[in-house]
């Protein structure tokens, strides 16, 4: 009897983590560059001071997908989107390197060019900056040209070039925060081959009718799982009476 409880009872919470995940992806349906997260059900063998003859569900993201999201046209200068395979690098508080699809850059205040969530983005001498322009050209190898204030508009100064990677996509995890990091924690070199495309983001890659239909049967499988505890335990009350007798 406890091993049908306790099948039931992990299966309910597990399901509700699944649900998570899957909400969690519907609710980044719209986020530039966010690659969805994969999950998987599998039974596991309880081992401890005793042979393992009980088992428990578990829920797991196996992986993320890292396919391409849909492209939009937004002719903003500091919208950049990657064209085929490759990330952008991105600085984190710590001082580290993280890699992102996301290129809804913009320029702050001190000139500082960053993520739309404000982190540097990262260039191959380090972190962007750029002085005030009237014009910015990003070419297609990610370099980000200029025409300063009251120069000759047909003239442009090269300032920075962007960090582009290509790395091992089955090397990268992805974090907590969205961004991805190399497994053993390296830091990439730029890959000259990445090429970006100018007024233009890259989407989510998010199957919203996928998601949706996921967190239904999510559900469907919690109220399961609930179902089978109430029957375990009217199961036990059951053989308790005929013991009385």
Do not use: C
């Not at 000139?111 to 380090?126: I, N």
């Amino acid at each position: 009897m406890d091993k049908f409880l306790y099948i039931s009872m992990t299966g309910a919470k597990e399901a509700l983590d699944a649900q998570s995940l899957r909400a969690n992806n519907l609710a980044n349906v719209s986020t530039a560059g966010f690659k969805a997260d994969f999950h998987q059900y599998r039974s596991m063998s309880v081992f401890g001071e005793h042979h393992p003859s009980r088992a428990y569900a578990m829920n797991e993201r196996p992986g993320t997908d890292t396919g391409a999201g849909s492209y939009m046209e937004t002719a903003r200068d500091l919208d950049v989107a990657i064209k085929g395979d490759g990330w952008f690098a991105v600085q984190l508080q710590d001082g580290s390197e993280a890699y992102t699809r996301a290129g809804d850059l913009k320029r702050d205040v001190s000139g500082a060019v960053t993520t739309g969530t404000g982190l540097p983005v990262l260039g191959d001498g380090g972190p962007i900056v750029l002085p005030e322009y009237d014009k910015l050209v990003v070419g297609v190898d990610g370099t980000l040209s200029i025409t300063g204030l009251g120069e000759d508009p047909l003239s442009l100064t090269q300032i920075a070039r962007l960090k582009l990677v290509k790395p091992d996509q089955q090397q990268m995890v992805k974090g907590d925060d969205g961004l991805f990091r190399m497994k053993d924690g390296s830091e990439l070199e730029s890959d000259p081959d990445v090429q970006v495309i100018n007024g233009m983001l890259e989407g989510s890659n998010v199957n919203p009718v996928n998601e949706m239909t996921a967190i239904i049967s999510h559900a469907r499988l919690f109220e399961m799982n609930v179902k089978m505890m109430q029957a375990a335990k009217e199961m036990d009350e059951a053989s308790a009476r005929i013991l009385q007798n």
